[in-house]
Structures are given as C-alpha cells and as structure tokens.
T-cell receptor, first 114, second 115 residues
Framework: DQQVKQNSPSLSVQEGRISILNCDYTNSMFDYFLWYKKYPAEGPTFLISISSIKDKNEDGRFTVFLNKSAKHLSLHIVPSQPGDSAVYFCAASASGGSNYKLTFGKGTLLTVNP | EAGVTQFPSHSVIEKGQTVTLRCDPISGHDNLYWYRRVMGKEIKFLLHFVKESKQDESGMPNNRFLAERTGGTYSTLKVQPAELEDSGVYFC?????????????FGSGTRLTVV
C-alpha cells in the first residue's frame, strides 16, 4: 500500500529545458513534503521542501508546487543541467514536519541530455 | 564536518549467514535512522534512535533484524539469519533535531546481496 507515488520511473529532458517531476500521495495526515536527489553509489541528498500551508517554494533553479486538494506535488527544475541527472525521491511527513519518519516514493530517474 | 559513514559499502553473503552493518552518524547528532531500499521499490523506514534509545522500530521487518546503538554513538544493524528478501541497500541517516523539516543527512548506504 504505497502512500507516496511517483508514477514515472524515468524522465529524459534536453539541457536548458524544464524538468517536471511529479508525486502523488494518499495519506491526508501528510503535511510536509521533501524532495531528495540521489546519485549512484551515494545516499539521498535533501534538495527542497514545502509545508502544506504553502503552495509553492522556490530555491534557485528548483521550485516545488503543492496542490493539497489533488494530493499532488511537483518539482520543477529550470533550466535543467546535465549535472541534475539523478534519481529524485519524493518524501512526506506528518505533524508539520516535526515527525521524524519519512515516507518515500519509488523515485524518478531524470536524465538531462547535453 | 564528516558526513554519515556506513560500512561495508557492499556485502555479499549466503542465505542463512549473519551480517552486521555499521553506521557512524555525524558527531553530535542524537537522532539516527535506518532505512532500506529493496531494488526498484521505495525507501522504507526501519527504525529511529535517540541517543542509545530505540524510539521507534515499527519498520523493522521481523525479529531477524537487530539494531543497537550502544553509548549513543555508532549503530549496528545485524541480520541473522539472512534471507534472500533481505537484499537491498540499507541507508543510515542522522540529524541533530528530530524534525523531518530539516532534512536528514544520509550515508552512502550498504548494498547487501543475499545469495
């Protein structure tokens, strides 16, 4: 029973274009969401997060959008760079992020082609 | 500052054998977490330590898994006896504060293969 779903196993984008990674969740208790980036043979690295009281959070080239009514969030990367090629995991937490436990999706492999 | 260190990076063992994974968290981080990713699946929570105390081990698959954190520093995760379905990448993470909002620091993981 997956509570966080990333339905696209992979995504391929040209350098300079926008990458959009999607994530859906089913648990209404989730109110804090994070994106992690993972390179091969490395652990996940925290990228950006958003609280359910917001609908958008931006950090440089990375923007996360949250649609609570649809239980959907997305990560936009603009412009995409070859170094962005990695697996991106969506994760969710309850209790405003004060809960330590993260529930992850299966990940989306992003490939940015030069 | 040194990151979260895990070893071994890879381990191949036969079904029925015992394996012990080790995690050294970032110095001063009281919170330590174990997660596991089975191939192609999501990363799943296993357990959480605060210092030497287990706060939550609800994600531990069964009693073949034993985690310890003696002295509140490094942690070990022992699998005994190992089964084929235990194969996967075991990640350790640590944080100073027990809030997901801060984003944990993960180690590079231990890839366990049970044959």
């Amino acid at each position: 029973d997956q509570q966080v779903k990333q339905n696209s196993p992979s995504l391929s984008v040209q350098e300079g274009r926008i990458s959009i990674l999607n994530c859906d969740y089913t648990n209404s208790m989730f109110d804090y969401f994070l994106w992690y980036k993972k390179y091969p043979a490395e652990g996940p690295t925290f990228l950006i997060s958003i609280s359910s009281i917001k609908d958008k959070n931006e950090d440089g080239r990375f923007t996360v959008f949250l649609n609570k009514s649809a239980k959907h969030l997305s990560l936009h990367i603009v412009p995409s760079q070859p170094g962005d090629s990695a697996v991106y995991f969506c994760a969710a937490s309850a209790s405003g992020g004060s809960n330590y436990k993260l529930t992850f999706g299966k990940g989306t492999l992003l490939t940015v082609n030069p | 500052e040194a990151g979260v260190t895990q070893f071994p990076s890879h381990s191949v063992i036969e079904k029925g054998q015992t394996v012990t994974l080790r995690c050294d968290p970032i110095s001063g981080h009281d919170n330590l977490y174990w997660y596991r990713r089975v191939m192609g699946k999501e990363i799943k929570f296993l357990l959480h330590f605060v210092k030497e105390s287990k706060q939550d081990e609800s994600g531990m698959p069964n009693n073949r898994f034993l985690a310890e954190r003696t002295g509140g520093t490094y942690s070990t995760l022992k699998v005994q006896p190992a089964e084929l379905e235990d194969s996967g990448v075991y990640f350790c993470a640590s944080s100073q504060d027990r809030q997901a909002v801060l984003g944990y620091t993960f180690g590079s993981g231990t890839r366990l293969t049970v044959v």
